[in-house]
């Protein structure tokens, strides 16, 4: 399995299983599956609200002898509500107890945003809205304070390696002039239509990692009703993907990741499909040419799904 190398020497396999949108009633299953099919990255978060079955999916996999933990990349993730510095730590460690793990070996700051605290005995996960409704409260928590904390994660064995999620360069630039432990990987939203390519440039020079997610672009974004993902065209059915695909023997998925992978950029793409895990998970094997890796990134319109902005009206963090 390609691997790539953290900046704290510690290796991350280069294409995972996400765990967005899997469903509470499959999801144990789909992660056992996952595993036995070879995937060994899962990448979880508080505000997928499906970690506990995503546990219990791995201690299967363990108890079968299928792997061990040490075997598995567990990714999660802090939610906006809990950036307050005395609260990072209470909650990576529930995290970690739904998950049935001692440790995450990546625990990222899932947005550059820091909302008013709500307790996971009041609701959890508690989503963007403080009365669980249309209310958004920020809380005054600095991307500093959060990260300090983030980094007692480190100290304390809770976290083998932190990271940060949907930050711009000016924050990511900030926050590295304070950063006593850097952050080891970023997560962003990368496809052909939303290349960034100063963002993943600035992160690779810093020495992180960079992680794509809804690599199929508007794809992912459909089952949400989403109007900006009805009204953009499929990059399945698009001509030069389905061009590439047919000359390589490969579906658009896999001419989609490679274009990730071969730029050195890691993937999560999920499937419930057996036959999809499996081709999802093979596609650092074959190599696309210069000129197709240029043509599909000549697709780039800036279109961005995942924009707070768009779905409730106000934290324009990509502005």
Sequence with gaps: MATVKLNNGRTMPQVGFGLWKVNNDTCADQVYNAIKVGYRLFDGACDYGNEQESGEGVARAIKDGIVKREDLFIVSKLWNSFHDGDRVK????????????????????????????????????????????????????????TWKAMETLVDGGMAKSIGISNFQGSLIIDLLRSARIRPAALQIEHHPYLVQEPLTELAKREGMAVTAYSSFGPQSFLELDMKKAQDTPLLFENPTIKKISSAHGKTPAQVLLRWATQRGICVIPKSNNPDRLKQNLDVTSFDLKSSEIAEISALNRNLRFNDPWDYLGTLPIFA
């Design 90 to 145: 209470p909650i990576c460690q529930k995290q970690l107890k739904d998950w049935g793990v001692d440790y995450f070996d990546l625990y990222i700051v899932h947005f550059p945003i820091a909302l008013e605290y709500v307790d996971p005995a009041t609701r959890y996960p508690p989503g963007w809205n403080y009365d669980g409704k249309s209310e958004v409260r920020t809380s005054k928590a600095t991307i500093s304070e």
